[in-house]
C-alpha cells in the first residue's frame, strides 16, 4: 500500500516561487524506482512537469518548464520535491505527484507508466 501526499501548493504572483513536496508511505520494502510531477490546467488534459529516477538521479523535464523548476530528491525522507522559480500564470494547475514501484519504466515523461498518483495540491499563478 502507498500514499502519496503533497503540499506546499499556494497563490503567487507572476514571477515568484514555490516549491511541492510529495512524501511516499509505503509497505515496500524498497525504494519506488521513479518519482514525477504532473499537473493539470483548468478544462485542460494532464501533462508531465518534471520525473526523476530515483536511484540515478536522471531527471526529465517539460520544456515549458526548464530552467524555471528543479526537481529533487530526498531519499532518507522518501520525499521529491519541485522547486519552481519565475512562475507564469499558465503554470497554474493542479499539481500531481507520481510514483512507480515494481517495474522499470524508460519514459519519466509517460503518466501511464506510475502506478500511484497523490491527490494533489493547487497552484495558482496571478499576473
Known amino acids: 500500500q502507498v500514499q502519496l501526499v503533497e503540499s506546499g501548493g499556494g497563490s503567487v504572483q507572476a514571477g515568484g516561487t514555490l516549491r511541492l513536496s510529495c512524501t511516499a508511505s509505503?509497505?515496500?520494502?524498497?525504494?519506488?524506482?521513479?518519482m514525477a510531477w504532473f499537473r493539470q490546467p483548468p478544462g485542460q488534459e494532464r501533462e508531465p512537469v518534471a520525473g526523476?529516477?530515483?536511484?540515478?538521479?536522471?531527471?526529465y523535464y517539460a520544456d515549458s518548464v526548464k530552467g524555471r523548476f528543479t526537481i529533487s530528491q530526498d531519499n532518507a525522507r522518501n520525499t521529491v520535491y519541485l522547486q519552481m522559480n519565475s512562475l507564469k500564470p499558465e503554470d497554474s494547475a493542479m499539481y500531481y505527484c507520481?510514483?512507480?514501484?515494481?517495474?522499470?519504466?524508460?519514459?519519466?515523461?509517460?503518466?501511464?507508466?506510475?502506478?500511484?498518483w497523490g491527490q494533489g495540491t493547487q497552484v495558482t499563478v496571478t499576473s
Open positions: 507520481a510514483a512507480v514501484w515494481g517495474r522499470i519504466i524508460r519514459d519519466l515523461a509517460n503518466e501511464y507508466d506510475y502506478n500511484h
Open positions: 509505503s509497505t515496500y520494502t524498497y525504494n519506488s524506482n521513479a
Open positions: 526523476i529516477y530515483t536511484s540515478g538521479g536522471n531527471t
